[in-house]
Structure formats: C-alpha cells, structure tokens
C-alpha cells in the first residue's frame, strides 16, 4: 500500500494557499507517475508541523510499523515537520520500515547528497519559520508603542475599532459593568452574589447567556476598566499541540496602553479594597458569629488568628462546647510538619470580645479619643511628589510618541527606536506603579475613622462588627499563662 501525507495550519493555509484538497491531488498525480495508482491519505487539518503529536502522523507511523506501507508521498519536507530533527527522525523510520519517501517538490534518496539536500531543506524551512516569528513579534510591539491594541481580546464593556486598533466603549455593557462595582463597593458584594443579582434582574453577557463568576471576577479586578491597559505583560510559547507555556515578562518589555475608561480609578481601587475585606472576613464554614474573626493577629508571630470551637464530651448531661481564638500555627498541620508552631496558647473567644469592646467604650467615651486615638499625627503629604510625577509620566508620554515619529521619519533606525522604547516603557510602568499608590495613599488620608457616636450606639452584633473592621488599627492579642493581653496597633 502507498501514503498520501498532508498538513496545514490554518495561519499558513491563509498565507501561502498549502491547501489540503491541492497537496492531495499533487501527490496522487507524483504517485502515478511513479507508477503507483492507489493510496491511502493521512491528513493532519489545522496542527503545528512543530510537533510530531498530530493523529494523522501517528496513524502513518503506526502503519509504517506493521509493514503495511511501500511507499510515502509528501508535498514537500515541511509538510513533514518544519523541524529538522523531527524531520530525519521520521524520515529514517521510514527507512528502516523498508519503505520509500519522496516529495513532490524535490526528490530525495539514502545517497550522502539526498541526505544533505534533505537537511538543507529542513534546515532553511525552520530558519524561515523563526524569521517569521521575529517579524511578527517585532511588528506587534512597533504597534503597540504606538498606542494600538494588538490583538482584540473582545473583551465584555467594549467594541472593537478595527481602523484604529483601540476598544470603543459599549454603552449597554458599560452599564452593568457600573452595576457590577456598585454592588460590590456599596452593597459589600462578591462575584458569586454578584453574578446570581444580575441572573435575577435578567441581566446577560455576551450572546445572551448569564454572566460567570469568573468574568464578573475578571471585571472588578482588570485595570483596563478604569482605563489602564498594560501589553506584553507575559509571554506564550508553544510546547506541543495543545499546550503552551505562559511566563510573566520583566516590566522593561512591557508597554502601557490608554484606552477609554468605563469606571473611575477611585471606583477600581474602592472594589479592590471590598474584595480583600470579603476575603478576609469570609465566614466559610463558621457555625458561630465571631466579633474579631479576620481581623485578629497574634502578638508573638504576627500571623492571623482563626476562631473556632472544642467539644467536650460529658458522661453526665449535654456536652459543652468552647470557643476559642488561636495562632494559626497552632491549628495548621504545615507549620507542625516545619517546625515553626507559635507559643501561644488558646484565647477564650467571649472573655477576649468582652474585654476589647469595653476598652473601646471607654476610649469612646473619653474626651481625648479624637486626638489620641483617631486623628493621625504628623501626617504625611504626598500632593507635591504626585505632582512631580503626573508631570513625569507626560514628559515620558511625549518621548515615546517622539521616538516613534523619529522611527517614521527614518531619523533612527528599528534596532535604537526599540532599545529606546524598552527604556522609556520600563520607566513608564514604574512611574505610573508609584503614582497610583501615592494616589490611593493620599486619598486614605483624607478618610477618617469610626466616630464615638457610633461606637456607643452598637448594641447588635453586626453593628460591634462594623465598628471593629472600620477603626484604623490591627487588633493583636496573645495569652502565655492563665490571662491574656490584646493591644491595637496601626
């Protein structure tokens, strides 16, 4: 029996026309005129001549194993592998298998000079394919640095400008995506209540179906919503098949992108905040309302300290349960296996509230409690450095729209414009890295903490809780003997 082999991947079937139906009907034409009227195809449809995983050339190897095939057709070495080594490897199974490969560009035999002109086949083949690789990779960035979008995501809140290379906003979307950050800055909730609100006011995504968690995640935490969008942040190299191989890049090969904006920046960083705090004070399996779960540290490690409750069984009448606060490193399997369990013993969960809520009291009712306990002495001012910077990332802005209009105008050649735009880019992130937490620090600043009033007022315990998670301190506690201490600490 004789074999028809063809590949294409759908890139290259655009570019150069390798179209499945021609290389099939060249090879049976090469094959009759080899004298060989039948064969039997093995076609790989839209995979990577990079790899030998494909199911067309695993069918042909297998065959070729049991005897069943005298002669191979292939439109030409590339269609093979474009790499030189998976190249001899195959053609050498064929070999030993007692069969036959020729080509129809080009025919090749076991002599010194098939062999060679064989590598030099494979060898240019992958030469063209990193050249390729270059050139499009290079392309991609000298748009980027021009303040284009490379690649459209589709992401959801945005259309696509294909003239401009840039996300329009979508009016109708960017509506949810407001409601979305409402419902987490204002409502104090997750991607999961998030997602099943708007299932129950009818709201949907793209194609009419429910909006995820996981993209309702995605849009409160992305920067590109509030304007931010960063390119070349990671990398992506094909392994095999069907798996590729992501890497963060270093900040210098990153380059910033302006596109429209559908929320503010404040809006963005008041969701991050939420999510952390809902993080934080997850209640997760807790059967019992804890007043300091997630927001008590031990005082020896400095680690969290998590609420639970012990049984103890009685012989004589129902069993009592006790409630406790405890270093995590005593509860943890890992830091016994490490070796690095903290001192601290067991705190009583309702003798430390008690405690800490009548301090609070008695702090709230005194007349000092503005200056010594709420007010922030010797405050930091950090206008005049957000200032300094704002001006720094527009100068850095114009520079980098100059190198590109040098690049343009042929004043400098591609090779100095990149290692120029690297420089200026990497400078660029950490400048508007800085910017953004002396912004969020300046606006932290100006809130103040919880009011006496409303420390006196709490009566329930959601009320104690709300005052405990907005006063601006850390609440640490330890106990070594029979008592325990507890101290806030900013």
Known sequence: MNAIYVRVSTDEQVRKGYSLDDQIHACRNHLLSLGHTTSKEYIDDGYSGEFLERPGLEMLRNDLQNDMIKTVAIYDPDRLSRNLTNQLIIADEIEKAGAKITFVTGDYDCSPEGRLFFSMKGAVS???????????????????????????????????????????????????????????????????????????????????????????????????????????????RKISQNTREIKNNPQELWIPIEIPAIVTRQMWEAAQEQMKLNKKLAKRNTKRDYLLRGILYCTLCGRSMIAYARYSKRKNGIDKIYYYYSCIS???????????????????????????????????????????YLRIKNRPDYSKEIERLTKLHLELKKKQADITRWYRESIIDGE???????????ELVATLSTLSDLNVAQEKLKQLAISPAAILDAKTFEEKRDVLIKLPYKIHAVRLNENFEFCFTR
Request: hydrophobic share 35%.
């Open 126 to 236: 992958a030469y063209e394919k990193a050249k390729i690789r270059e050139r499009t990779s290079r392309g991609r960035r000298a748009k980027a640095t021009k303040g284009k979008i490379v690649l459209n995501a589709r992401p959801f809140g945005y259309d696509w400008d294909a003239e401009n290379s840039m996300y329009q906003v979508n009016e109708k979307e960017a509506e949810t995506i407001r409601l979305i950050y409402d419902l987490c800055i204002n409502h104090g909730h997750g991607s999961r209540v998030i997602a099943l609100e708007l299932v129950r006011l009818g709201i949907m995504g793209i194609n009419n179906r429910p909006l995820s968690i996981c993209t309702v995640s995605r849009i409160l935490t992305k920067k590109m919503y509030y304007g931010q969008h960063t390119l070349f942040t990671q990398s992506s």
């Open 330 to 372: 005593k509860e943890s399997n890992s830091y016994a296996i490490s070796g690095t369990r903290c001192d601290c013993r067991r705190i009583p969960a309702i003798d430390l509230e008690d405690a800490l809520w009548k301090i609070l009291v008695e702090i709230a009712s005194g007349t000092k409690y503005l200056d010594t």
């Open 416 to 426: 100095t414009a990149e290692k120029e735009l690297q420089s200026v880019n990497k």
